[in-house]
């Protein structure tokens, strides 16, 4: 076989193996994408809608227990029908607090877990109470306008 037509061989059997990797990345990635819903729902939607929490601490100086005894205190959580999970894979929204480095500021996300993307923040000072307080009460303060507008029968 002459080189020429050799390389030409050789050039249509590298594209074919090209084009059929390519068409088959593209049927995976279009139709099976478990992401593709969930980047569809908006933040509110997900803050709407979420009933499952996991507390993630990236502080040695923070305890998610305490954090999830003061959500679990508040009437408004209850009322949403809002639970603490121990299992991250799980949660329907993520509670991520960490401390600055060398403060006493704390800083908090709340993340979509199926996104990655943050959907709240905030940040307190340790100085005012306990972190943990601070922490759900303006996680709740927060979240209450994407919640139902009803407040809670036995709220105080």
């Known amino acids: 076989m002459p080189p020429r037509l050799r390389r030409l ?9 090209f084009f059929c990797t390519l068409a088959g990345f593209h049927a995976t990635s279009a139709g099976q994408n478990p992401q593709s ?3 569809r729902t908006t933040p509110a939607e997900t ?3 979420a009933q499952t929490i996991f507390i993630r601490t990236k502080s040695v100086y923070f305890k998610p227990a305490a954090l999830e005894q003061e959500l679990l205190n ?9 639970v603490i999970s121990r299992d991250e894979t799980d949660a329907d929204l993520i509670i991520e607090v960490d401390r600055k480095l060398f403060t006493n500021r704390f800083v908090y996300s709340v993340l979509d877990p199926r996104t990655n993307r943050v959907l709240l923040s905030g940040k307190i000072g340790s100085l005012g109470g306990t972190v943990e307080r601070q922490i759900a009460d303006g996680f709740v303060k927060r979240i ?3 919640r139902a507008l009803a407040a809670p029968a036995h709220s105080k």
């Not at 061989?9 to 193996?17: D, K, Y």
């Not at 508040?74 to 029908?81: A, N």
């Open 144 to 146: 209450r306008p994407f």
């Open 74 to 82: 508040r009437d408004e959580v209850q009322y949403w029908g809002l």
């Open 47 to 49: 803050l709407r809608t």
């Open 9 to 17: 061989c050789t050039l249509v059997v590298a594209s074919f193996f």
């Open 37 to 39: 819903d969930a980047v």
